[in-house]
C-alpha cells in the first residue's frame, strides 16, 4: 500500500497553482498577439450565449419569483410589504443574478470545455494539434476565455432583468402589490455602486469557468475514466471558486463604495 | 508554396547535407520511472530509420521527442541541424511545418470531415482555398481516399483513419515524416496497403523518415522494396538487392540494443536480437 505522503502532496498543490497560472498567463496573452481565432470565438459565443440562454433566463425568472414571495412574508410582519421591490431588485442586481448565472454557466460550460478538451487530450488530438503546428492553448483556450467573460457579461444582465420581472410577476398577481410602486423603489434604491458590483463579478465568473474547464481537459489522462474524473473535478473547482471570488469582489466592493 | 520555401534556413541546411535527426546521449523518464536511456542515434538525409522492439520500450517517446512534443531529461537532440533546447516555441512550431507525423491510433480531429482535416495544416497557412481543395483531393487520390472526402473520422474504418491520418502528414510536403506504428492494430491485407503507401511516399519524394512498427515483415518489406510509378505498384528491388538507404534501429527497456543496416541485423551475433527477429 502507498503511504500518503504530505510533502509530495504539497508539492503536487504548488506545481497545480503553478500550472494554472501559467495557462492563464498565456491564454491572456495570446489576446494581444496573431493568430487570432476570430471564427472560433464567435463559434464559442454561440454555444455559451446563446446555448446557455434558456437556463439563465428560467433561474433568474424563478429566483426572483421566490426572492419575492419569501421577502413578502417577512416584510409584512414590519408592514413593509410594498419594500419588496427595492429588496428583491438590490439582491438580483448585487448577488444573485451575478452568482446564480456564473454557477449555471458553470455547470453547463465547464464540464463541456473539460470533458471535450479532455478527449482531445487522450486520443492525441492535441498533441496532433501541435505537430500540425497549432498552440492548442492558442486555439482552444484564448477564444473559449474570451467568449466566455463576454457573453457571461451579457447574460447576467438578462438574469438580472428576468429576476426583477419574476419579482414583479408575483409582487402583481400574487401579492397584489402596484406594479410601479415595484419598479420605483427597486429604482431609487440602487445606486452606482451596487451596478458596478453586479457587472464586475460576472468578469471574474466567466474568466474562472472558462480558464478551469480548459485547464482540467488540458491535464486530463487515463482515457474515458479521467475524462469523467476532469470533468467533475471541473465543475466542483469552478464552482466553489466563483463563490469564493463572489465573496472577495464583495468585500473589495463594500470597501471601495461602502455597501 | 512549400514550408522549405519560406525558410531560407531549411534551404541552407538541405543544401549541407547533415544529418536529419540527431540523438546525443538522450535520457527521460515518467514519475521517477526512466523511458530512455542515454539514446544516441542519426538519421541522414534521404534515409528510411525503421525503429524496433519490444512494446514499452519507449520507442513513441522517442518519436514525440524529435518532433519537440516532449522535452528530455538529459541530453541534446539536433533536428535539422538545430538544437530544440535552443528554440523557442515560435521556433519550434516553424520547424514542425518541415515534420510531418502519423499517430498511432491516427488522431484525426473527430469533429472536422476528412477534408478538413487534411486540409488542416494549410487553412492555418491561410493558403487560397482553391489551391486548398486540389492538394486535398492530390493526397487523397495518393492514398486512395478520393471518394470519402465528406465523411467524418468516425465513418471511417481503422485502416482508411490511418490513410487520412498519412494524408494530413505529407500535405505539407514535409522533409521529415514520423509513422507511429502505421499498421498497429490493423488486418495484414490493411497493413501491406498502408506499408506500400508508406513505400509510395518516399519512393515518390524522397522524404526522410522515422517509422515504428512491431511487424518484422513491414521493416523487411520496407528494406526489399521499391515503388513502381508506372506499374502503379510496389515490387521488389531486382537480383534481391536491399534498399540502402534504409537502417534499423532497435530499443529495448529504454536502450538502443542494435543501430545499423538490414544486412548487419539479419547477421547479428547478439543472442536476445536474434530470439527478436527470428
Not at chain 1, 47 to 55: E, K, M, R, V
Not at chain 1, 122 to 127: K, N
Not at chain 2, 185 to 214: F, N
Request: charged letters at 20%; hydrophobic letters at 45%; glycine letters at 10%.
Amino acid at each position: 500500500m502507498r503511504i500518503f505522503s504530505p510533502e509530495a502532496y504539497a508539492k503536487s498543490l504548488v506545481a497545480s497553482v503553478q500550472e494554472y497560472s501559467l495557462l492563464c498567463a498565456r491564454a491572456v496573452a495570446n489576446i494581444f498577439s496573431r493568430p487570432r481565432y476570430m471564427a472560433d470565438i464567435y463559434t464559442q459565443m454561440d454555444s455559451i450565449g446563446a446555448g446557455s440562454l434558456p437556463i439563465v433566463v428560467l433561474t433568474g425568472f424563478f429566483t426572483g419569483c421566490v426572492l419575492a414571495l419569501q421577502s413578502a412574508v417577512n416584510l409584512k410582519v414590519f408592514g413593509a410589504v410594498n419594500m419588496t421591490g427595492e429588496l428583491v431588485t438590490l439582491a438580483m442586481i448585487k448577488e444573485l443574478g451575478p452568482v446564480l448565472t456564473g454557477l449555471m454557466i458553470s455547470g453547463r460550460n465547464t464540464s463541456g470545455m473539460a470533458s471535450e478538451i479532455g478527449s482531445m487530450n487522450v486520443t492525441e488530438q492535441l498533441d496532433a494539434m501541435r505537430a500540425l503546428g497549432t498552440d492548442p492553448i492558442r486555439k482552444l483556450v484564448t477564444p473559449r476565455l474570451v467568449a466566455t467573460v463576454f457573453m457571461v457579461f451579457f447574460l447576467t444582465i438578462i438574469s438580472d432583468a428576468c429576476g426583477i420581472g419574476g419579482g414583479a410577476f408575483v409582487a402583481v398577481y400574487m401579492l397584489k402589490l402596484n406594479a410601479g410602486q415595484f419598479f420605483h423603489t427597486g429604482y431609487m434604491a440602487l445606486e452606482h455602486g451596487d451596478i458596478v458590483e453586479g457587472l464586475v463579478k460576472p468578469l471574474f465568473s466567466g474568466f474562472i469557468i472558462a480558464t478551469i474547464g480548459c485547464y482540467y481537459g488540458l491535464r486530463t489522462t487515463g482515457g474515458t475514466r479521467g475524462v469523467g474524473q476532469a470533468t467533475t473535478q471541473a465543475v466542483v473547482s469552478s464552482s466553489v471558486l466563483i463563490i469564493l471570488v463572489d465573496f472577495l469582489v464583495t468585500q473589495l466592493m463594500i470597501g471601495i463604495f461602502g455597501r | 508554396m512549400t514550408a522549405t520555401a519560406e525558410n531560407p534556413w531549411m534551404a541552407e541546411f538541405l543544401s549541407r547535407g547533415g544529418p536529419m535527426v540527431e540523438f546525443e546521449n538522450v535520457s527521460i523518464g515518467f514519475e521517477g520511472n526512466p523511458v530512455l536511456r542515454d539514446v544516441s542515434f542519426q538519421v541522414a538525409l534521404g534515409e528510411t530509420r525503421i525503429l524496433l522492439g519490444p512494446a514499452g520500450g519507449g520507442k513513441s517517446v522517442l518519436m514525440k521527442l524529435v518532433n519537440g512534443l516532449l522535452t528530455p531529461d538529459r541530453g541534446q537532440i539536433r533536428v535539422f541541424g538545430r538544437l530544440l533546447s535552443e528554440m523557442n516555441e515560435d521556433e519550434i512550431f516553424q520547424m514542425r511545418a518541415h515534420i510531418g507525423m502519423v499517430f498511432q491510433e491516427s488522431a484525426l480531429f473527430d469533429s472536422l470531415s476528412v477534408e478538413d482535416n487534411v486540409a488542416y495544416r494549410l487553412e492555418e497557412d491561410h493558403i487560397d482555398p482553391r489551391e486548398i481543395r486540389e492538394r486535398v483531393l492530390e493526397v487523397l487520390r495518393f492514398v486512395g481516399l478520393e471518394e470519402a472526402i465528406e465523411k467524418f473520422p468516425a465513418e471511417l474504418s481503422g485502416g482508411m483513419r490511418r490513410r487520412v491520418s498519412i494524408a494530413r502528414a505529407i500535405i505539407g510536403r514535409p522533409e521529415l515524416l514520423l509513422y507511429d506504428s502505421p499498421t498497429g492494430g490493423l488486418d495484414p491485407i490493411t497493413s501491406s496497403t498502408i506499408i506500400e503507401l508508406v513505400v509510395k511516399q518516399r519512393d515518390v519524394s524522397g522524404a526522410t523518415c522515422l517509422l515504428i512498427t512491431h511487424r518484422l515483415q513491414d521493416a523487411f518489406t520496407l528494406a526489399t522494396h521499391r515503388y513502381n510509378l508506372r506499374e502503379n505498384q510496389m515490387e521488389p528491388i531486382p537480383n534481391h538487392r536491399i534498399d540502402p538507404g534504409t537502417r534499423f534501429l532497435v530499443l529495448n527497456e529504454g536502450r538502443v540494443i542494435f543501430d545499423g543496416t538490414t544486412l548487419e541485423l539479419t547477421h547479428t551475433e547478439d543472442p536476445w536480437l536474434r530470439e527478436f527477429i527470428a
